[in-house]
Protein backbone atom coordinates (compact mmCIF):
# COMPACT_ATOMS: atom_id res chain seq x y z
CA UNK A 1 0.00 0.00 0.00
CA UNK A 2 1.09 3.49 -0.82
CA UNK A 3 0.60 6.50 0.95
CA UNK A 4 0.84 9.91 -0.88
CA UNK A 5 2.25 13.05 1.21
CA UNK A 6 -0.71 15.31 2.85
CA UNK A 7 -2.06 17.84 0.09
CA UNK A 8 -1.19 21.07 1.39
CA UNK A 9 -3.50 24.61 0.19
CA UNK A 10 -3.11 28.07 0.90
CA UNK A 11 -5.76 29.82 1.88
CA UNK A 12 -5.93 33.20 1.28
CA UNK A 13 -8.68 35.29 3.01
CA UNK A 14 -9.49 32.64 5.60
CA UNK A 15 -10.98 34.65 8.34
CA UNK A 16 -14.08 35.40 6.83
CA UNK A 17 -17.04 32.94 6.58
CA UNK A 18 -16.05 31.74 3.46
CA UNK A 19 -12.31 30.88 4.59
CA UNK A 20 -13.62 29.23 8.10
CA UNK A 21 -15.79 27.51 6.19
CA UNK A 22 -13.27 26.35 3.76
CA UNK A 23 -10.68 25.42 6.98
CA UNK A 24 -13.34 23.47 8.34
CA UNK A 25 -14.01 21.22 5.59
CA UNK A 26 -9.94 20.95 4.60
CA UNK A 27 -9.37 19.95 8.35
CA UNK A 28 -12.37 16.89 7.66
CA UNK A 29 -10.76 16.17 4.49
CA UNK A 30 -7.03 16.03 5.98
CA UNK A 31 -5.79 18.59 3.78
CA UNK A 32 -2.44 20.90 5.48
CA UNK A 33 -3.30 24.65 5.31
CA UNK A 34 -1.17 27.35 5.50
CA UNK A 35 -3.51 30.48 5.82
CA UNK A 36 -2.15 34.21 5.46
CA UNK A 37 -4.27 36.23 8.28
CA UNK A 38 -3.66 40.58 8.85
CA UNK A 39 -1.59 40.57 12.04
CA UNK A 40 -4.36 42.26 13.84
CA UNK A 41 -6.96 39.24 13.05
CA UNK A 42 -4.42 35.95 13.03
CA UNK A 43 -6.61 33.52 14.87
CA UNK A 44 -4.81 31.33 17.56
CA UNK A 45 -5.60 28.32 16.08
CA UNK A 46 -4.80 24.70 18.00
CA UNK A 47 -5.66 22.74 14.49
CA UNK A 48 -2.41 20.78 13.76
CA UNK A 49 -3.42 20.51 9.90
CA UNK A 50 -3.85 24.63 9.88
CA UNK A 51 -0.50 26.86 9.51
CA UNK A 52 -0.92 30.63 10.16
CA UNK A 53 1.23 33.39 8.94
CA UNK A 54 0.87 36.89 10.08
CA UNK A 55 0.87 38.91 7.16
CA UNK A 56 -0.55 41.56 4.42
CA UNK A 57 -1.76 40.10 1.45
CA UNK A 58 -0.10 42.73 -1.26
CA UNK A 59 3.39 42.15 0.33
CA UNK A 60 5.49 39.50 -1.75
CA UNK A 61 7.20 38.37 0.61
CA UNK A 62 4.22 37.63 3.32
CA UNK A 63 2.69 35.89 0.34
CA UNK A 64 5.54 33.83 -0.70
CA UNK A 65 5.92 32.92 2.75
CA UNK A 66 2.59 30.88 2.81
CA UNK A 67 2.71 29.38 -0.62
CA UNK A 68 5.96 27.66 0.95
CA UNK A 69 5.37 23.91 0.32
CA UNK A 70 1.45 24.71 -1.02
CA UNK A 71 0.46 22.60 -3.88
CA UNK A 72 -2.36 24.41 -4.71
CA UNK A 73 -4.38 27.94 -3.59
CA UNK A 74 -7.47 29.24 -3.15
CA UNK A 75 -8.34 33.35 -2.87
CA UNK A 76 -11.55 33.77 -0.51
CA UNK A 77 -11.32 37.23 0.19
CA UNK A 78 -13.19 40.44 -0.69
CA UNK A 79 -14.29 43.58 0.29
CA UNK A 80 -17.19 44.29 3.44
CA UNK A 81 -20.15 46.41 2.95
CA UNK A 82 -18.97 47.80 5.73
CA UNK A 83 -15.48 48.53 4.36
CA UNK A 84 -15.95 48.59 0.80
CA UNK A 85 -11.71 48.72 -0.55
CA UNK A 86 -10.80 48.12 -3.42
CA UNK A 87 -7.27 45.77 -2.74
CA UNK A 88 -8.61 42.10 -4.66
CA UNK A 89 -7.21 43.33 -7.70
CA UNK A 90 -3.81 44.20 -6.50
CA UNK A 91 -3.08 41.08 -4.02
CA UNK A 92 -4.59 38.59 -6.81
CA UNK A 93 -1.92 40.01 -8.85
CA UNK A 94 0.88 39.08 -6.28
CA UNK A 95 -0.65 36.01 -5.51
CA UNK A 96 -0.49 35.07 -9.22
CA UNK A 97 3.10 36.59 -9.37
CA UNK A 98 4.61 34.46 -6.61
CA UNK A 99 2.74 31.34 -7.39
CA UNK A 100 4.69 31.56 -10.71
CA UNK A 101 7.81 32.31 -8.53
CA UNK A 102 6.77 29.24 -6.89
CA UNK A 103 5.62 26.63 -9.70
CA UNK A 104 2.73 26.40 -8.12
CA UNK A 105 0.03 25.96 -11.01
CA UNK A 106 -3.84 25.70 -9.50
CA UNK A 107 -5.68 28.79 -8.45
CA UNK A 108 -9.15 28.74 -7.41
CA UNK A 109 -10.46 32.19 -6.80
CA UNK A 110 -13.85 33.12 -5.40
CA UNK A 111 -15.54 36.20 -6.26
CA UNK A 112 -18.89 37.10 -6.84
CA UNK A 113 -22.11 36.78 -9.35
CA UNK A 114 -21.84 40.33 -9.63
CA UNK A 115 -18.22 40.41 -11.29
CA UNK A 116 -17.40 40.82 -14.90
CA UNK A 117 -19.51 39.86 -17.66
CA UNK A 118 -22.30 37.51 -17.19
CA UNK A 119 -23.85 37.93 -20.48
CA UNK A 120 -26.21 34.79 -20.65
CA UNK A 121 -25.53 33.51 -17.46
CA UNK A 122 -27.29 35.85 -14.92
CA UNK A 123 -31.07 35.90 -14.53
CA UNK A 124 -33.03 39.09 -15.25
CA UNK A 125 -32.90 39.99 -11.42
CA UNK A 126 -29.30 39.04 -10.79
CA UNK A 127 -28.71 41.44 -13.80
CA UNK A 128 -30.32 44.47 -12.35
CA UNK A 129 -28.60 43.73 -8.65
CA UNK A 130 -24.94 43.47 -10.65
CA UNK A 131 -26.25 47.17 -12.20
CA UNK A 132 -26.83 48.06 -8.49
CA UNK A 133 -24.24 47.46 -6.74
CA UNK A 134 -21.53 48.77 -9.94
CA UNK A 135 -23.56 51.91 -9.44
CA UNK A 136 -23.14 52.06 -6.17
CA UNK A 137 -19.57 50.78 -5.50
CA UNK A 138 -17.89 51.20 -8.67
CA UNK A 139 -14.56 51.26 -7.74
CA UNK A 140 -15.48 48.38 -5.70
CA UNK A 141 -16.81 46.32 -8.93
CA UNK A 142 -14.05 47.33 -10.96
CA UNK A 143 -11.47 45.92 -9.04
CA UNK A 144 -13.18 42.67 -9.08
CA UNK A 145 -13.59 42.75 -12.46
CA UNK A 146 -9.66 43.21 -12.88
CA UNK A 147 -9.19 40.62 -10.11
CA UNK A 148 -11.03 38.38 -12.61
CA UNK A 149 -8.91 39.16 -15.35
CA UNK A 150 -5.97 38.63 -14.09
CA UNK A 151 -6.97 35.02 -13.08
CA UNK A 152 -7.89 34.41 -16.53
CA UNK A 153 -4.50 35.70 -17.91
CA UNK A 154 -2.16 34.35 -15.57
CA UNK A 155 -1.63 31.24 -17.41
CA UNK A 156 -2.30 29.21 -14.66
CA UNK A 157 -4.70 26.25 -13.87
CA UNK A 158 -7.84 28.71 -12.41
CA UNK A 159 -11.23 28.34 -11.49
CA UNK A 160 -13.31 31.37 -10.64
CA UNK A 161 -16.22 31.01 -8.70
CA UNK A 162 -19.43 33.18 -8.68
CA UNK A 163 -21.97 32.19 -6.51
CA UNK A 164 -24.53 35.16 -6.13
CA UNK A 165 -24.47 34.55 -2.01
CA UNK A 166 -22.41 32.20 0.36
CA UNK A 167 -24.60 31.70 3.71
CA UNK A 168 -24.59 29.38 6.10
CA UNK A 169 -28.17 29.49 6.50
CA UNK A 170 -30.79 27.73 4.74
Known sequence: MTTSAPRTVAVFGASGRTGRAL???????GVLVRALYRPQSAPQISAPNVSVIAGDLRTAVDVGRTLAVAK???CVFGPRVTVPDAFCADATAVIVEEMRRNVIGRLVCVTGA?????????????????RVVARRYPAVAADRARQEEIVQESGLDWLIVKPPRLTDHP
Open 114 to 130: MIGDGAGCRSMVMELFT
Open 72 to 74: AVV
Open 23 to 29: LAVAKAE
